[in-house]
């Protein structure tokens, strides 16, 4: 049953509109005056308000156009009583009402009109939360539009960069080469020449021969390291940016997720006020599953992003002393589920967040409030990308003092 305020200052009007209304089973809130029903209104939210625009106590085109100016009032239907004499004129005012009804008040066509409030506070309703949901497609829509096209810049920057570090990483090998034949050839002639010259001994003193024999090979074994270190950064994000326009593809799991920690490394040091985060990996032995792989990696990316924050907020919410002994963990956790499905689990030791976050995941329309910070948007792009696109289970548990876990189940095989 609806929500009615009537705003009526005549007594008999008063009684009727009650009492028809009320053995409907309406819940109806009766008041004699403007300011009061105005205060009223906005302490009960109704789904109609009944206006009498006849009684010269109630400036009723005045309350019309404040109930409509107030947003939490603005989708209560306004229905006017007024006369037939009196409408001509308060048509001519161009008040925002939605309906009217003449006075005297004639039962059949109140309880229309307030039949007619309620399928309109329902259309309304069903209205806003058909916005919601274009608004939320399109947010997706963006997203997986900027995904795709950062996806598509990744890759090609990984391949402008992967041309010149190849070759000179196949170049080190043969540097390492050449300076290893060049020290024993050198070492050779000292041992033919007994007698160097003065100007060989003092270039010998001034570049401390010795020194430059032993480090040189040491300088291209680093050299080597870190291009081969680079190989690897740039083959990460080119597998982490896999383009999904092929469709499904199979995917290995424990790669996806290894390339993803490889990409979030520079995190896991320690920093001023927590140390080093230690990721801990339980990798089963999984089959390749049939996914996009791409989405899958971004999820991988914005749950383990997310436990990185935690850990530092908690390392920060933390007394100096407790923070220096706080030890911050991620423990990777896969599985075979049975014949059709695996798991990922992520969890971390964050002790101080243990809100229930679930719902904000799952139910975009019943998130945070916007004074609230918005600590799930990469999680709930990851539970879309989890249940809605692959079909599976995302799950999120929170313990006061022990941390936070996330479980996901993927099907191996697109149905």
């Known amino acids: 049953m609806a929500k009615i305020l009537a705003i009526v200052a005549d007594t008999v009007t008063?009684?009727?509109?009650?009492?028809?209304?009320?053995?409907?089973?309406?819940?109806?809130?009766?008041?004699?005056?403007?300011?009061?029903?105005?205060?009223?209104?906005?302490?009960?939210?109704?789904?109609?308000?009944i206006c009498d625009g006849t009684s010269p106590q109630i400036n009723f085109l005045e309350v019309c156009r404040l109930v409509k100016a107030e947003r939490e009032l603005a989708a209560a239907y306004f229905i006017l009583l007024t006369t037939p004499e009196q409408f001509d004129e308060v048509q001519a005012l161009d008040a925002p009402f939605d309906d009217f009804l003449f006075k005297?008040?004639?039962?059949?066509?109140?309880?229309?009109?307030?039949?007619?409030?309620?399928?309109?506070?329902?259309?309304?309703?069903?209205?806003?939360?058909?916005?919601q949901e274009l608004d939320l497609s399109r947010d997706r829509m963006l997203q997986n539009e900027k995904m795709s096209s950062l996806g598509e810049l990744v890759s090609g920057i990984a391949h402008e960069i992967n041309n010149p570090i190849?070759?000179?990483?196949?170049?080190?090998?043969?540097?390492?080469?050449?300076?290893?034949?060049?020290?024993?050839?050198?070492?050779?002639?000292?041992k033919e020449l007994v007698n160097p010259g003065a100007e060989i001994l003092q270039k010998q003193q001034d570049m401390d021969v010795e020194f430059v024999l032993d480090d040189l090979l040491k300088i291209v074994s680093s050299m080597r390291t870190?291009?081969?270190?680079?190989?690897?950064?740039?083959?990460?994000?080119?597998?982490f940016s896999r383009s999904d326009r092929s469709g499904w593809q199979l995917f290995d799991v424990s790669d996806g997720l290894e390339n993803t920690l490889l990409l979030l490394q520079h995190r896991l040091p320690a920093r001023e006020g927590r140390r080093d985060i230690k990721v801990m990996k339980q990798f089963g032995n999984l089959p390749q599953i049939e996914c996009y792989a791409g989405l899958l990696n971004q999820a991988f990316l914005n749950i383990i992003n997310h436990a990185i924050n935690a850990l530092?907020?908690?390392?920060?919410?933390?007394?100096?002393?407790e923070s220096?002994?706080?030890?911050?963990v991620i423990l990777i956790t896969t599985q075979v589920v049975d014949a059709q499905r695996i798991s990922i689990e992520i969890a971390d030791n964050d002790i101080a967040h243990s809100k229930d976050i679930t719902a904000q995941i799952s139910e975009p329309f019943l998130g945070a409030k916007p004074a609230e910070p918005p600590i799930s948007s990469g999680l709930a792009l990851s539970y879309r990308i989890i249940v809605e696109q692959h079909k599976g289970e995302f799950k999120c548990f929170s313990e006061p003092?022990?941390?936070?876990?996330?479980?996901?189940e993927i099907p191996l095989r697109h149905s």
């Open 312 to 321: 530092e907020e908690s390392a920060q919410d933390l007394e100096e002393l």
């Open 14 to 49: 008063f009684q009727v509109v009650k009492e028809l209304l009320s053995q409907e089973g309406h819940q109806v809130r009766v008041v004699p005056d403007d300011k009061e029903g105005l205060d009223l209104a906005k302490e009960l939210s109704p789904d109609a308000i």
């Open 401 to 408: 003092g022990k941390g936070t876990k996330i479980q996901i």
């Open 166 to 190: 190849t070759f000179i990483y196949s170049n080190l090998t043969h540097v390492q080469s050449y300076a290893a034949d060049l020290i024993e050839l050198l070492r050779l002639y000292q």
């Open 104 to 131: 005297p008040i004639v039962k059949q066509e109140l309880l229309a009109r307030v039949r007619a409030s309620k399928r309109s506070h329902e259309l309304r309703a069903r209205l806003e939360l058909t916005q």
């Open 324 to 328: 220096i002994k706080f030890k911050p």
């Open 226 to 239: 870190g291009s081969d270190r680079i190989r690897q950064i740039i083959l990460s994000l080119q597998d």
